[in-house]
C-alpha cells in the first residue's frame, strides 16, 4: 500500500510516553481476550484481502500503461503488494485461523469500492491507486498505534510503501504540465474517491461488531467515539496534502 506522506503520530515519535493497556502488550497477552483477538482477526482479513486487491489492480493498471517502462514499474509494485498479502496470510494460518474466511466479509465493501470508482483512462487509475491506498493506509496506521505490539509491527510493515506514491505524483503532474485541463478532471475524480473510500471504511466497520467495539474504545486502549471522529479529521487532512503534492485541489 502507499504510504508516502505519513501521518504524523505522537507515538511514533522518540521521548513520548510508553505504550499503555493493549499496546504493552505482545500478541500472546492480548489474544487472551477473545473479543479483541475477534477484532484482530477482522482486521487482518480487511487488511490481506485490501493487499490482494491492490495486487490485481495494479497489475490491471499496467496493462494500460503507455510505456513498457511504466508497464514494468506497476509490475514490480504489484509484486510487492502480493507479498505483503502474503505475509499477512500466514499471520492468520499461524493463529489458527482459514485466510480465506476472515478475508470473505470483507470483498463485498472492496469489490463495491472498486465498481463505483472504476477509471476510466490511465490517469485516473493512477490517482484511484494513489488515493485510495493512502486512505487506507492512514487508517491502519492509527488504528495500529493500539495494537498489541507483535500485530502492530506486522501491520506497519505490510504498510511499507511500494512506490506507487512517487510514481503517481511524477507522472499525474507532468500530465497536468502538458495540459492544465486535465487537472480539473483528475480533480473531481480524486474528490469523489475520497467521498467513496470514507463511506466504505465507516460501512465496514459498523458492520462487525469486533472491530467497531475496538475502535470505540471496547477493546483498544484510548478510542472513544470522539475519537474516531477526529482519525476520520486527521485521514481527510492527509488526503489534502496529498492532493497538493499531485496538482490538485482539494
Known sequence: MTSSDKPDRAEDTPGTAAPTGVAALDWAAASADPQ???AIVDLLGA??????????????DAKLAPTLEDKA???KMASAEFHHFERLRDRL??????????MEPFVAAYEGF???????????GLVKAYVGDSIASDFYREVAVRLDSDTRALVLSVLDDTGHGGFAVEKVRAAIDADPRVGGRLALWARRLM??????????VADRDALSTMLV?????????AEVGRMFSRITEAHTKRMAALGLAA
Open 195 to 204: 467521498g467513496e473510500a470514507l463511506s466504505q471504511s465507516q460501512r465496514v
Open 73 to 75: 514499474e506497476l509490475a
Open 93 to 102: 494460518a499461524g493463529i489458527g485461523e482459514e485466510p480465506t474466511v476472515a
Open 114 to 124: 472498486h465498481k463505483q470508482t472504476a477509471p476510466s483512462d490511465w490517469l485516473e
Open 47 to 60: 487488511l490481506a484481502y485490501g493487499e490482494l486487491a491492490a495486487f490485481e489492480r495494479l497489475a490491471d
Open 217 to 225: 474504545g471496547g477493546v483498544a486502549d484510548g478510542f472513544d467515539l
Open 36 to 38: 479483541y483477538r475477534a
